[in-house]
């Protein structure tokens, strides 16, 4: 047998220990001054228990408690735990067009309900999340913690948006580097698309780590006009507005890259739909192992019994008696 805190018990027994030696050792403050006669009829009753035989089963009844506090446990060694699960890394566009609104309220607090959903599709699996347009960053390291996940995702407001245009090639080094070392490599994007031109270097590097891509898209294809800083429609040179539409060719190469994409609706159906094709390919690899103490715990014995000697010690405190 050992015990989980044994510091906790050398803090706790030393002064106890003390405390006890003092209060056994000590004679009563009161039989100093009073006469022992006169301290014989202002005192309790001798119907009580002996104030020796209280005192030690107090003093037990702590001892058993600062034992129960430092945990006793039998220790079984060690227990290998087979951890199964997807580590699925994560990404949200916050490029310019993001701000457009012809998904309500806007295709960015879209695609944020959007990759909620995803989190509560996959409860026990391990996600990461970035975010992405000129310059992409972590939001969040991989972790099953879902809710500190919609935290740091909900937590993506307007601010976050960058007018500069999306630089895929920088999104697909930092989504190797993240992935570098998970097996299988998966990548889902929720954004609105991008140009065949942009994301020509993107494929490239998709391929060459051996990353699967998936993709939320979102907004329409009819398009709406791109919204500035100022909550208002941005206006080119030429003084027309700047309509941004959606553009599929993400999806495309994500399919050329042995993944799939769904184009987001108010429905469940389509994170549903994208889980059920991630899991039916990978059908859940496991992830690794983990290594767990087995412990079999004891401190509720020194602690039943602390407490029931403590009632004892408590309930035969004398009576005051009346003079």
Known sequence: MEFVNPYLFWILVIPFVFFAFLISTNKEHLSRIFDEKVLARLSATDESMPLMVRN????????????????????????????????????????????????????????????????????????????????????????SDKETLKMMVDGVDDSYINMGSTDFMALGELASSLLEKKDPKILVLFTDGGDEEAIAGFGDVLKVEGIDLYVVLVGTTKGAPVIGEDGKPYTLKDGTIAITQ?????????????????????????????????????????????????????F????????????????????????
């Open 56 to 143: 030690i089963i107090m003093f037990l009844a702590i001892f058993l408690m600062i034992v129960a506090m430092a945990r006793p446990v039998i220790d079984e060694g060690d227990k290998t735990v087979k951890v199964k699960g997807l580590s699925i890394l994560t990404a949200l566009d916050i490029s310019g067009s993001m701000r457009s609104r012809d998904v309500y309220p806007n295709r960015l607090t879209f695609a944020k309900k959007k990759m909620n959903a995803l989190f509560d599709a996959m409860p026990s699996d391990e996600i990461g999340v970035m975010a992405f347009a000129y310059s992409p960053f972590v939001l969040a390291p991989f972790t």
């Open 246 to 298: 959606r553009n599929d060719a993400l999806g495309k190469l994500a399919k050329e890259n042995g993944g799939a994409y769904v184009v987001a609706t108010n429905g469940k159906e389509d994170i549903e739909n994208l889980v059920s094709v991630i899991r039916s390919k990978y059908k859940a690899q496991q992830q690794g192992e983990v290594k767990i103490k087995q412990r079999v715990e004891y």
């Open 300 to 323: 509720y014995y020194p602690l039943g019994a602390g407490l029931l000697l403590l009632l004892i010690g408590l309930s035969s405190m004398p009576r005051r008696r009346e003079v």
